[in-house]
């Protein structure tokens, strides 16, 4: 104890090893603050409601998740400064210490200033689950360096903070060892040991109380007043480790009563009517990063009645065509809209393409429709294998994938992400007269995504608007302009229905309303058959996962099948459409918009006419809340359950029913 005393009083505080791992972590935890304030100036208009109190309150909040980050990600570091052996004040030890230090922060920093750019696309830090989305990417080099030169200033900031964390470690300095009794030296050295280890495992849990349970991405709803604030909170080094092993999934019991839980959501479908099944054909185009802001006749009322939009062929489309003025998307991601299009299966909370039950046996207009007598075909111009699309389309029964392989011409490839939309969709018309009817076909277009290129000889054939990506829009639109016109010139074309979805809204916003939880998610979904003639838009819900079900109802598909969706022909009153966003269940239903976290209602709001969110009228409707959360809770409930069970195909059902009777 003596020894201690002397040692205590005896210190060199600034070159003391301690006090020198500190400043270390420190100098860390400020860059990572210093960050945030940059994730915000670079996001600015997705916080509009952000003030100085608000964002003093996230600041204090997310040093919790920067502090875990920066244990975790400089364990090693720690570890070698507090191990207790004299070799620490060697200095080579010394200068291998500071290049771990460098690289290691260096990298964080790295992974954190890209999602400064990358929030705008997904609006939700970054995950690990985002190695299993680019894992089949044969060109990720290219798309990484386009990424760095198109968004050089993100590039520049990285940059300043690295050269601050070298200046900053440099003016850290540490001598000795300060004890020169060995045995005062080893027993010091222990104690601080064990100390440090036990204010490592607190800080990286969030709590040192052993009822605390380690910090998951759902604590920074905590200091998160809207859902968008909680990437803000965040930083995605903590993302990206909290998602390691995360089995997001889980299941839940909000209703006790089976019968309770259909009679509030089942997704058990069957035909109500007895009409007599008709084998058109299906086409379904998937238009990538396709907002509902692009398309002029959805936004007749912006801009004082003078916004047009870019989309010239589509609005003159959806004339003649059956289409919803409040149609949403499922997701904010290409691999969300895979499932939620074909397969009628959302994506809550995690892709499902991601999801660890993405094995589980699922049904799809493609598998109901091939014992019917239909040849199935899905079509993708880019790389076979990105996205994992082609094997999707494998599990979700197609007969045949077309990709940029069986295209087989690299002149009309753009170099990044695909073939051309023009050339790919002649290719696509010209391969369907090939088939034999009826058919089922998907295409998803590429040319509409970053960097939102054009065809040499096209740069000055579209001047889009203040967007970069509307030049790109104007080209998918002429494209399918060409499509349909080589098209009506097919045999099949009068028997066929045309489905036309995106797969998600683009990042690229240029009116401020669809600045929203529901403009984050607007996109077009309409039907058009050939010679029905002009309808009037209708003033109704419709999502994603309505397709598959409205399609089989639309072709009196006479068998029961398992859909999250519903049949939107059927006119019973009943859209609604459910989505994802940080952390918060939403459910559009009728003139509202209801926010759950999975535990408590957070707000409801008129989204028709309140298009800025900002009249919370939880507390004055609590019975429209008591209802929609009622219905929510029974469709992530049998969401969740179904996809942990297995049961998301008929027979899946009726074993789970089975196996809840035993």
Same mark, same amino acid.
């Given at each position: 104890?003596?020894?201690?005393?002397?040692?205590?009083?005896?210190?060199?505080?600034?070159?003391?090893?301690?006090?020198?791992?500190?400043?270390?972590?420190?100098?860390?935890?400020?860059?990572?603050?210093?960050?945030?304030?940059?994730?915000?100036?670079?996001?600015?208009?997705?916080?509009?409601?952000?003030?100085? @109190?608000?964002?003093?309150?996230?600041?204090?909040?997310?040093?919790?998740?920067?502090?875990?980050?920066?244990?975790?990600?400089?364990?090693?570091?720690?570890?070698?400064?507090?191990?207790?052996?004299?070799?620490?004040?060697?200095?080579?030890?010394?200068?291998?210490?500071?290049?771990?230090?460098?690289?290691?922060?260096?990298?964080?920093?790295?992974?954190?200033?890209?999602?400064?750019?990358?929030?705008?696309?997904?609006?939700?830090?970054?995950?690990?689950?985002?190695? $299993?989305?680019?894992?089949?990417?044969?060109?990720?080099?290219?798309?990484?360096?386009?990424?760095?030169?198109?968004?050089?200033?993100?590039?520049?900031?990285?940059? #300043?903070?690295?050269?601050?964390?070298?200046?900053?470690?440099?003016?850290?300095?540490?001598?000795?060892?300060?004890?020169?009794?060995?045995?005062?030296?080893?027993?010091?050295?222990?104690?601080?040991?064990?100390?440090?280890?036990?204010?490592?495992?607190?800080?990286?849990?969030?709590?040192?109380?052993? /009822?605390?349970?380690?910090?998951?991405? @759902?604590?920074?709803? +905590?200091? +998160?007043?809207?859902?968008?604030?909680?990437?803000?909170?965040?930083?995605?080094?903590?993302?990206?480790?909290?998602?390691?092993?995360?089995?997001?999934?889980?299941?839940?019991?909000?209703?006790?009563?089976?019968?309770?839980?259909?009679?509030?959501?089942?997704?058990?479908?069957?035909?109500?009517?007895?009409?007599?099944?008709?084998?058109?054909? !299906?086409?379904?185009?998937?238009?990538?990063?396709?907002?509902?802001?692009?398309?002029?006749?959805?936004?007749?009322?912006?801009? +004082?009645?003078?916004?047009?939009?870019?989309?010239?062929?589509? $609005?003159?489309?959806?004339?003649?065509?059956?289409?919803?003025?409040?149609?949403?998307?499922?997701?904010?991601?290409?691999?969300?809209?895979?499932?939620? #299009?074909?397969?009628?299966?959302?994506?809550?909370?995690?892709?499902?393409?991601?999801?660890?039950?993405?094995?589980?046996?699922?049904?799809?207009?493609?598998?109901?429709?091939?014992?019917?007598?239909?040849?199935?075909?899905?079509?993708?111009?880019?790389?076979?294998?990105?996205?994992?699309?082609?094997?999707?389309?494998?599990? +979700?029964?197609?007969?045949?994938?077309?990709?940029?392989?069986?295209?087989?011409?690299?002149?009309?490839?753009?170099?990044?992400?695909?073939?051309?939309?023009?050339?790919?969709?002649?290719?696509?018309?010209?391969?369907?007269?090939?088939?034999?009817?009826?058919?089922?076909?998907?295409?998803?277009? !590429?040319?509409?995504?970053?960097?939102?290129?054009?065809?040499?000889?096209?740069?000055?054939?579209?001047?889009?608007?203040?967007?970069?990506?509307?030049?790109?829009?104007?080209?998918?639109?002429?494209?399918?302009?060409?499509?349909?016109?080589?098209?009506?010139?097919?045999?099949?074309?009068?028997?066929?229905?045309?489905?036309?979805?995106?797969?998600?809204?683009?990042?690229?916003?240029?009116?401020?309303?669809?600045?929203?939880?529901?403009?984050?998610?607007?996109?077009?979904?309409?039907?058009?058959?050939?010679?029905?003639?002009?309808? /009037?838009?209708?003033?109704?819900?419709?999502?994603?996962?309505?397709?598959?079900?409205?399609?089989?109802?639309?072709?009196?598909?006479?068998?029961?099948?398992?859909?999250?969706?519903?049949?939107?022909?059927?006119?019973?009153?009943?859209?609604?459409?459910?989505?994802?966003?940080?952390?918060?269940?939403?459910?559009?239903?009728? $003139?509202?918009?209801?926010?759950?976290?999975?535990?408590?209602?957070?707000?409801?709001?008129?989204?028709?006419?309140?298009?800025?969110?900002?009249?919370?009228?939880?507390?004055?409707?609590?019975?429209? !809340?008591?209802?929609?959360?009622?219905?929510?809770?029974?469709?992530?409930?049998?969401?969740?359950?179904?996809? !942990?069970?297995?049961?998301?195909?008929?027979?899946? /059902?009726?074993?789970?029913?089975?196996?809840?009777?035993?």
């Amino acid at each position: 104890m003596d020894n201690i005393k002397k040692y205590w009083k005896g210190l060199n505080w600034r070159g003391n090893i301690y006090v020198a791992l500190i400043l270390s972590l420190l100098l860390v935890l400020l860059l990572y603050s210093v960050s945030r304030v940059a994730f915000y100036f670079f996001n600015t208009p997705f916080f509009p409601a952000m003030n100085a @109190s608000r964002m003093l309150t996230i600041m204090a909040g997310g040093l919790r998740f920067d502090l875990s980050a920066t244990l975790y990600s400089n364990s090693l570091f720690i570890l070698l400064m507090i191990v207790p052996l004299s070799i620490r004040f060697h200095p080579g030890y010394q200068k291998t210490l500071k290049w771990i230090f460098l690289i290691v922060n260096s990298i964080a920093f790295a992974i954190n200033t890209s999602d400064f750019i990358y929030y705008r696309f997904t609006l939700r830090r970054t995950t690990l689950s985002v190695i $299993d989305q680019f894992k089949n990417e044969g060109n990720l080099f290219k798309l990484g360096f386009q990424f760095v030169l198109d968004y050089w200033y993100a590039t520049l900031f990285w940059v #300043v903070l690295v050269v601050l964390l070298y200046a900053g470690f440099k003016k850290i300095t540490y001598s000795g060892p300060q004890l020169k009794n060995r045995l005062s030296f080893y027993g010091v050295g222990i104690l601080a040991m064990l100390l440090s280890i036990y204010l490592f495992v607190g800080g990286a849990r969030g709590g040192f109380r052993g /009822s605390t349970r380690p910090i998951t991405l @759902s604590n920074a709803a +905590a200091y +998160a007043e809207t859902p968008n604030e909680i990437a803000l909170v965040l930083n995605t080094p903590f993302a990206l480790m909290r998602t390691a092993k995360a089995n997001v999934i889980k299941k839940v019991n909000y209703f006790t009563s089976d019968e309770n839980l259909r009679k509030t959501f089942d997704p058990i479908r069957s035909l109500s009517d007895t009409g007599q099944f008709k084998k058109e054909n !299906v086409v379904i185009l998937i238009l990538e990063s396709f907002s509902k802001e692009f398309v002029g006749v959805y936004n007749k009322d912006m801009m +004082a009645g003078a916004y047009k939009g870019y989309t010239p062929f589509l $609005d003159s489309l959806i004339g003649v065509s059956y289409a919803f003025q409040y149609s949403l998307a499922n997701g904010r991601k290409s691999i969300d809209a895979m499932p939620s #299009v074909v397969c009628s299966i959302p994506s809550i909370e995690v892709p499902y393409i991601l999801s660890h039950y993405s094995g589980d046996k699922i049904n799809s207009l493609a598998s109901l429709l091939k014992p019917e007598g239909y040849y199935t075909a899905f079509f993708h111009g880019a790389p076979n294998g990105s996205m994992g699309f082609d094997a999707f389309a494998n599990m +979700a029964g197609f007969d045949h994938y077309f990709g940029k392989t069986e295209y087989n011409n690299d002149n009309d490839f753009d170099g990044i992400w695909g073939i051309w939309d023009e050339p790919f969709l002649q290719f696509f018309a010209e391969k369907m007269n090939t088939f034999p009817q009826p058919f089922f076909t998907t295409l998803f277009t !590429v040319s509409s995504h970053h960097p939102y290129q054009l065809p040499e000889g096209y740069e000055n054939k579209f001047k889009g608007g203040p967007k970069l990506v509307h030049r790109t829009i104007e080209y998918t639109d002429y494209s399918l302009r060409k499509f349909f016109n080589k098209a009506r010139k097919m045999p099949w074309f009068e028997h066929t229905l045309f489905v036309i979805s995106a797969d998600h809204a683009s990042a690229e916003i240029q009116l401020p309303e669809y600045n929203s939880a529901w403009g984050y998610f607007s996109i077009p979904i309409f039907f058009y058959k050939p010679g029905e003639g002009g309808r /009037s838009m209708k003033d109704e819900i419709i999502q994603q996962i309505d397709i598959m079900p409205s399609v089989l109802g639309h072709l009196h598909y006479p068998k029961p099948y398992l859909a999250f969706g519903q049949n939107v022909f059927a006119g019973n009153g009943r859209q609604v459409a459910v989505n994802y966003l940080d952390n918060t269940y939403q459910l559009f239903r009728g $003139d509202y918009l209801f926010q759950f976290d999975g535990n408590k209602p957070k707000a409801l709001y008129t989204f028709k006419t309140d298009r800025f969110l900002k009249n919370n009228l939880i507390l004055q409707l609590p019975d429209t !809340v008591k209802s929609m959360e009622n219905y929510l809770k029974a469709f992530v409930q049998q969401y969740n359950n179904r996809m !942990v069970d297995n049961s998301l195909t008929i027979e899946g /059902s009726q074993l789970q029913k089975l196996h809840t009777m035993k």
